[in-house]
């Protein structure tokens, strides 16, 4: 990977998806449930923004609410493969 920007955003994008399509709920609902910041929150949803997520917060999130951690890296794959097809 080129740098981490391609992989935040992946992770941001996804972590949005979550949010609204499977936990269902609001970035505050959110941050409340897990004693986060809706601001923090924000930034990972953010496609614009390098900030990165610990694993144990996804961990924590996918735990709490069921689900598989692997959804946050939902095109992973793809991504991977497109940069490596750029670079040949």
Do not use: W
């Amino acid at each position: 990977m080129k740098n981490s920007y391609e992989l935040f955003s992946l992770i941001g994008k996804n972590f949005k998806y979550i949010r609204k399509n499977i936990i269902k709920c609001s970035q505050e609902k959110l941050a409340e449930d897990c004693n986060m910041s809706r601001s923090f929150i924000s930034q990972i949803e953010s496609p614009n923004v390098d900030t990165g997520v610990s694993l144990d917060t996804l961990f924590y999130i996918a735990q709490k609410y069921n689900f598989d951690i692997r959804d946050f890296f939902k095109d992973y794959e793809y991504l991977m493969n497109i940069e490596n097809h750029d670079e040949n």
